[in-house]
């Protein structure tokens, strides 16, 4: 049975009952439905409904996309602009005929682009470019079809032909064996298939009808026809009215029966339509069903009950072997009817088989079995073996793992018989088992980790066992499993790959993680087809590796609706190119010999994308209509959705936003088929998805612009700006260096200047140092003199005493004249006030103009203050200006006294010191 995926109306979120079908050049599927259109990409449904909310019974598009529905007082057609939602236009207005808004349209035939014709019970609306007339009215009509070019009109009268603007009966059509035209097909070559209401299935030639007896045709007249379709060159789908869907080959033979038993979900079939890859998509009164004809899988499910769970399986001389929880049973490869049939009456749990040599083995809840040539025979009571596992090094053997333990069997004289049960001082329940390239066992235990087992020789002992868990490097949680890559045991989980190192630590297999990518974290895989590997992920989805010779790897994914291998028996087996897989409530196989149909040239769809403007999503197009759109700044955050118009698997996308740093890498695969990506920077992006089935990637591109404030001609403001600004400051720059040209010059200037000025003020105090030194020494050596002269006059008035006395004494014994002439001469030298006049004249040369400033300031000083004065100003002490005074220290004491009483000194005014200052 062809593999049946359904969605109900909680899928698709609208009315159970969907009454036609089509499918746009794009790959997308749309369903008229009782609430509306539906549409569906391959990942999300949407739905679309008439102004007035009528239901639509018949859906048709053209090759332009265009989407034409009809329902009551109603026709038009829906146009979805580029990344946007529907759109509906209606022909409505158009139409003047009276009992229009009275009709109900139930069928829609395309002739071309824009030239349509639209059918109700009673009229037939004929539509090029929008302009509608009237064809034909006053008969029954049931249906329409554009055929081969030819619009065929079903009618209770008989089959027309509208052709040259004008319906023509059909010859012969009227009566066919009692029954009118229900369905019209086109069958092989130039021929047509008519079906009638009665089920009697006719040829046309386009001259007559011949009978058309088959199969087919038996069925179809016990149980009615409703809609006919051919699927492709060998295959027709003919809807029954109760009976669900039968699907025949080209000579009527019926080669599957669709209903509630065989996975269809209702008898009832109001539509059907063959998609772009020949599967078969049937509208039903309760949702919707796609049969997948093309699929590489068919299933059997047990609906009844019969098998129960199925644990293993195997293929065994043409027929299907299934270890069940209710028995053994088998199946013929060639049996289409789906009849299972129970081995040897086993009823009893069987949890495990395997084909050896000519022979089947199996374990029961009640021991181990083999059955050969059609004859059972049981080997030994130990039972519930989860694994059977033949040695790899010694055919002659096997190994069974079961709830008890380990058990070794022989082939002895073509039979299979127990050699050992291996004893251990451990509880060795065992689910899975392998061996390595040393012989050793490497056994999954039911609870505890991964055990590594060392037979004896003659395989009837356990030598050494060693068991590896967390402590060893692997997950702590997570169910563990064995398989073997490049002949060496590898351990899986969920986690990764482990691989056994040194010390008898496992750790991640890094060149596998490389190789395999997202499948390295496959909770399960079987390696037993070399050179391919089958993986059980942890979403339930399958998947497949083929080594190449090349070295290089191809990975397929399946993901089907409503499959689910049985957890923790996961058993995959091959027979020639066809693989079986258990499942929960029946088992599947897998075709290797079709063709998939996700053809390396399919890509992913973006089906919206919408802008963020004033906290609502609107779609794109109403800002920019461009191949490359351009957005404002202030809508910079968008909203991308998309899909696949492949329907035979749940497939997984992968995204980047090319231009961005958050966005650049690829993302994780997943099944989301939406992504926002809010507050971009100006720049170009490129969105870019692609889908885990083919890694075809589809591309948009689109252009946030910069805000009015970095847009091209303010950036050229700016620059002008900024160039002007720079004009201007380069100059005020010029200037002030002009300025501090200048100031540097003048301050050096006055710098110089004031150096000048410094270094005569030094100059001169130099001067005046020396000045003053001079000063003082020349009041020192006027002192000298004054005193020297003091002490002359003395010296020579001793002398001139000396000489009176002498006169006197000499009696006139001594020339007299002689003597007065020395005395005349010393009188000479000793006048006072020439040696005054003398001394004030030196004075004046060493202090200079000083009695002029004194008298100036002091205008009452006698001559003799004035003589104190000076000799104060050379600094003269008491006792040294006594002589020159010719008076005691006591007299110049009095003289001072008297001095500062008339300068009107303070009593703390030093004299000589304010001398020092005049």
Known sequence: MPKIQHYSRADYNAYNQNWSIAQAPDGIMYFANS??????NGSEWQLYELPMKQVIRTVATDNEGRIYTGGYAEIGYWEKPRYGKLSYHSYGDNISYSKFKQEEIWNIAVIGNEEIIFQSLTTIYYSKKGAIKVLSTGHSFTNVKVI????????????????????????GSISLNGGQIAELIPYAFDQLLAITSGGNTFIYNHKQFKAFESEAESFLRDNGVTKALRIDENKFAFSTFSKGVIITDGFGRIIHKLNLNTGLASNTALSLFSDQHSDLWIGLEGGI???LLQSPFTQFKDRDGQMGVVYSAGVYHGAIYLATSHGLFSKTLTDRTGTLVRVHGIADPVTSLEIFDEALLFSSTTGMYEVKDNTLRKISDVGVAWVIKRFNQNPDYFIQGSYYGLVIYKKQQGKWRIHAKLHSNEWLPARDLDFDKQGNIWMKHLYHGIYKITLSADKRSIIKTKQFNADSGLPKTGKLNIFKYNNDVRVSNSSGIYKLVRNDRFVPDVALKKILGPY????????TFQPEWWMIMDDNSIARVKWLKNGKTEFERFKQRNFYLLNDYEHIRRYITTYLFCTEDGFSLFDDNMVAKANSETAPLINEINVLQNSIYEPIGKYDTAVRPRLAYNQNSISVSWGMPLFDSQKLYSYRVVGTPEYKDWSTWSPDFKKQFDNLSSGKYTFQVRSDLNRQITSFEFEILPPWYLTFWAKIYYVVVFLS????LYRTHRKKLAEQKKQFEIDAERRMRQERINHEHLLMQVEQQKLAQQVEMNSRHLANSSLNLVKKNEFLNRIKTSLNNMKEESGG??????INRVIKMINTHTSKDKDMQLFDESFERVHNSFFNRLLQAYPDLAPQDLKLAAYLKMNLSTKEIAPLLQI????????RYRLRKRLKLNSDQNLIEFMMTI
Request: net charge positive.
């Open 888 to 895: 005691s220290p006591r007299g110049v004491e009095i003289k």
């Open 813 to 818: 014994s001594v020339p007299t004249d002689k």
């Open 725 to 728: 600004l720079g004009i201007f």
């Open 148 to 171: 081969n070019g030819k619009v065929f009109i079903l009618s209770d009268e008989g089959l027309y032909e509208y052709k040259n603007n004008i319906l023509a009966l059909v010859a």
């Open 520 to 527: 390295f974290y496959a909770k399960r895989i079987i390696s």
């Open 35 to 40: 609430k509306g259109l539906l549409a569906y």
């Open 289 to 291: 069903s796609n049969v």
